[in-house]
């Protein structure tokens, strides 16, 4: 998946990195990977961010061609056995686009955040 422009639309809104945790469900830690691009944003979380954002869910993609825009739609937008399909066929990791499982310690920091 392109980069994400998660940390550019938080701060152009004024909010923190907890708060934003909050919104989504996920931990700070967790969050902060993902705006650093150390995680990929999985298309389960998309959704979260775009409605805490207060965008469409491509605005959380940086700029690319309108080509890409248009398979990011695509993904998005289908059921999670297509977009295995369609991660094949275009030789995408699938871990760019399944659901992300985070490992034990970001649940305890997650349980422990709420």
Do not use: C, W
């Amino acid at each position: 998946m392109a980069p994400n422009r998660i940390k550019e639309l938080r701060e152009s809104q004024g909010m923190t990195l907890e708060t934003l945790a909050e919104l989504v469900g996920l931990s700070t830690s967790y969050v902060q990977r993902l705006e650093n691009g150390e995680r990929n944003l999985a298309v389960k979380h998309f959704a979260a961010f775009a409605t805490a954002l207060r965008v469409k869910p491509e605005d959380l993609i940086k700029e690319t061609s309108s080509r890409e825009q248009v398979l990011i739609k695509a993904i998005l937008k289908a059921d999670s056995a297509t977009q295995a399909v369609i991660a094949r066929l275009l030789g995408i990791d699938l871990g760019a686009i399944q659901p992300e499982l985070p490992s034990s310690h970001e649940e305890e920091n997650s349980a422990n955040e709420k």
